[in-house]
């Protein structure tokens, strides 16, 4: 049981991180003001941010589930 509900908390965290990438590229690509070079740093940024977050969301389930 302990599996199956990782399992789900996992699919869950890398729906959040996929919609979470999605939404950050197509937020930035709307602003054409910018660079394309200061653009792309700033997507990888905030990429890396939903990550690290998707992450710490993740290891809460665990630590709830424990």
């Given at each position: 049981?302990?599996?199956?509900?990782?399992?789900?908390?996992?699919?869950?965290?890398?729906?959040?991180?996929a919609?979470?990438?999605?939404?950050?590229?197509?937020?930035?690509?709307?602003?054409?003001?910018?660079?394309?070079?200061?653009?792309?740093?700033?997507?990888?940024?905030?990429?890396?941010?939903?990550?690290?977050?998707?992450?710490q969301?993740?290891?809460?389930?665990?630590?709830?589930?424990?």
């Open positions: 049981m302990y599996k199956q509900s990782m399992n789900v908390a996992k699919g869950i965290g890398l729906g959040i991180a919609g979470a990438a999605v939404a950050a590229v197509s937020a930035k690509m709307m602003n054409g003001k910018k660079s394309a070079k200061a653009r792309s740093k700033e997507m990888r940024r905030s990429t890396a941010k939903a990550v690290h977050t998707v992450g969301l993740i290891d809460g389930v665990e630590h709830m589930l424990k």
